[in-house]
C-alpha cells in the first residue's frame, strides 16, 4: 500500500453550470449490486491486515448530498441546458453546483481525511477490531477503463457491513456510483465498468462485536473493448448513421456484447462478423446474433453477410455478439463487427493507360491466357460506396489487391494491398505505378493503324487482381466463384515490321 499525500478532488471554480446526460454517463457511471462469484476472491492475492482509517461523520453527510446531484432534472430543463446539440430529444441532465475556491479547498481537506490510503487492486485486505458505527474509507485509481467489481467479504459473526464506492467530481462532492448493503454477514459486492480515475470505498459498519472483522478488495480486468458497458438490450452501444467496423473481444466466456443501429432514412443495414486474425482468433469461437422482433437469432457462421433490406424509416436493427460456449475462450481473441448502412458497390474500375498497345486475345495463346487489365507503368482505379438510398457512405475504405507479377514456376499468388478512404461523395480511388520490367513472356502480334499492318513483339508478365471493401466481408470484384482478373504487365514492345495494308 502507498500513502496518498494529495487528491485532485477539487478545482475552484465560481461560476455554476449545467453538464450533459452524456457527460455524466461518462463521468459517474452506476455500478450494480451483485452476487460474489465464488472463485473471484481467491483469485485476488492476500494481501494481509490494513489499518482501520476511520472517515468523519461528515463525509457520510456529503455521500448522501453527492446521491441526490445524480437525480436527472425534468427534460424541459435538459433541452435548454444540454451541451449536446442534435436532432434528437436530449435525456434528463443533471445539475452540478461548482463551489468556490474557499468552499473546494474546505471540501477537499473533509473529503482526504480518512481517505487518504491507498490500496491496491487485485488485492484482498482484512481489517480486524470494526466498531459499530465505524466509517472506514481507502482510495484506489485505474489507469485505464477496466470491468471491475468491489467486494466486501468473510464478515465475522455479528458483524454487518455496507459497501458503497464513490467518485469525486472534480468539485469536491464524492458522488455515489453504488451500494450493496446486504443484512448480517452477507457478502457485498458491486460490479460495472469504470473510465481511469481515482475511486474510493467507504465501508460502514452497521453492527459489530469485539474482535469484528472482514476482507475487501476489487479485482480489476482491463481486457475490455471501448464498447463497454454494453451487456445487456437496454445498455446497447448506440451507433452512428453509416457503416460501422468494430473490433471488440469478451472479457470472461459470459460476456455479451449489445449493439444497436437505426437506419435513419430506412436503408438496408448490413450485418457480418469476422474474426481478428491478428489475435489469432477464428470465426467458429464467436457467435453472432440478430433480434427479429421477439427472439434472438444465430447467423449461420458460414454466412459472410447478412442484411435487413426493409427496416423502416428510424428502424432500429439489434445484434449481439458473445463467444461459443462449445469453444476454447480466450482473453486475447477479438472480432469485427460490421454493423450498419448496407454498402452498395458504384462503378468500380480498374485500367492501365489510355495510350497502351493491348496485347489481343488472338495473340494471348502463351502464359496464363487472356489479360483482361494491360498497363505499362501506371494502373489506375476507383469505387464508390453508397447505402441503399444513394445516400453516400463516407471513410471507407475500398482495397485493390494486385499481384503484377505472378511466379511462372510456382503459379502462387501474393497480393499486395492498395487502399483509400471514400470522401464526402462517397468516391475513392488512386494510381498505382508498377514500374519497369523484363517479361516472363513473349507474344507477337499484327496491328492495324492507320492504313498500315504493323507486326509488335511484346514481352510481359501476367499478374491479377481484385477489389474489397475492408469494412464489409463477401463485396468487391472478384470472389468465391471467379476469384480474380486477370492482370498483364507490358514491359517492352517493338515494333519488328510495317506493311501497308
Not at 480466450?330 to 448496407?342: D, P, R
Not at 505472378?406 to 487502399?419: E, F, H, Q, T
Not at 475513392?428 to 509488335?456: H, L
Request: proline content about 5%; glycine content about 10%.
Amino acid at each position: 500500500m502507498k500513502s496518498k499525500k494529495a487528491f485532485m478532488l477539487g478545482a475552484a471554480m465560481a461560476a455554476s453550470c449545467f453538464v450533459s446526460a452524456f457527460a455524466l454517463a461518462e463521468q459517474y457511471p452506476h455500478l450494480a449490486a451483485q452476487a460474489v462469484q465464488p472463485t473471484l476472491k481467491h483469485t485476488l492475492k492476500s494481501a494481509g491486515k490494513v489499518q482501520a482509517t476511520k472517515a468523519p461523520g461528515a463525509l457520510k453527510q456529503r455521500l448522501q448530498a453527492g446521491a441526490q446531484l445524480k437525480k436527472p432534472m425534468s427534460a424541459a430543463k435538459a433541452k435548454a441546458d444540454s451541451v449536446v446539440e442534435d436532432h434528437i430529444a436530449p435525456a434528463p441532465v443533471t445539475q452540478v453546483k461548482k463551489a468556490s475556491a474557499q468552499q473546494a479547498a474546505t471540501v477537499q481537506a473533509a473529503l482526504v481525511q480518512g481517505c487518504e490510503t491507498t490500496l491496491d487492486v487485485n488485492q484482498l485486505y482484512t481489517i480486524n477490531g470494526v466498531q459499530t458505527g465505524d466509517l472506514l474509507c481507502y482510495h484506489f485509481s485505474l489507469p485505464k477503463q477496466s470491468r471491475i467489481e468491489v467486494l466486501l467479504v468473510g464478515q465475522t459473526v455479528g458483524t454487518d457491513m455496507s459497501l458503497t464506492l464513490f467518485q469525486d467530481d472534480g468539485q469536491g462532492n464524492p458522488i455515489p456510483l453504488g451500494t450493496s448493503n446486504n443484512p448480517g454477514t452477507g457478502d457485498e459486492s458491486l460490479g460495472g465498468v469504470l473510465p481511469a480515475g481515482d475511486y474510493y470505498w467507504f465501508m460502514e459498519a452497521n453492527a459489530a462485536v469485539q474482535g469484528s472483522s472482514f476482507q475487501f478488495g476489487v479485482a480489476v480486468d482491463a481486457n475490455i473493448d471501448a464498447f463497454e458497458p454494453n451487456d445487456t438490450p437496454d445498455s446497447a452501444f448506440k451507433l452512428p448513421d453509416t457503416l460501422n467496423y468494430l473490433n471488440g473481444n469478451a472479457d470472461s466466456v459470459n460476456d455479451v456484447d449489445y449493439f444497436d443501429f437505426t437506419a435513419v432514412r430506412g436503408q438496408s443495414v448490413g450485418i457480418a462478423l469476422t474474426a481478428d486474425a491478428t489475435s489469432g482468433s477464428t470465426r467458429n469461437k464467436w457467435i453472432l446474433e440478430r433480434f427479429d422482433g421477439s427472439q434472438w437469432v444465430i447467423v449461420d457462421s458460414s454466412v459472410k453477410s447478412t442484411s435487413v433490406t426493409n427496416p423502416g424509416v428510424g428502424g432500429v436493427v439489434k445484434v449481439r455478439v458473445r463467444p461459443n460456449p462449445n469453444d476454447t475462450w480466450s482473453a486475447t481473441g477479438k472480432y469485427n463487427l460490421s454493423l450498419g448502412s448496407n454498402p452498395r458497390i458504384n462503378n468500380p474500375d480498374v485500367k492501365g493507360e489510355a495510350n497502351v498497345l493491348r496485347i489481343p486475345y488472338s495473340a494471348s495463346n502463351v502464359g496464363y491466357g487472356y489479360m483482361t487489365t494491360q498497363a505499362y507503368r501506371d494502373l489506375s482505379w476507383k469505387m464508390g460506396l453508397s447505402d441503399s438510398t444513394g445516400a453516400p457512405l463516407v471513410g471507407l475504405h475500398p482495397i485493390v489487391y494486385l499481384d503484377q507479377h505472378i511466379n511462372p514456376d510456382s503459379g502462387n499468388i501474393v497480393y499486395k494491398a492498395y487502399s483509400a478512404a471514400t470522401d464526402s461523395s462517397g468516391q475513392a480511388g488512386g494510381t498505382i505505378n508498377v514500374g519497369t520490367c523484363s517479361g516472363d513472356f513473349q507474344t507477337t502480334f499484327v496491328d492495324y493503324s492507320q492504313g498500315y499492318n504493323n507486326t509488335w513483339r511484346t514481352d510481359f508478365n501476367y499478374g491479377v487482381w481484385r477489389m474489397e471493401v475492408l469494412e464489409y466481408p463477401g463485396i468487391g470484384v472478384g470472389g468465391d466463384n471467379v476469384q480474380f482478373v486477370s492482370f498483364g504487365h507490358l514491359c517492352k514492345q517493338t515494333l519488328l515490321s510495317s506493311t501497308k495494308a
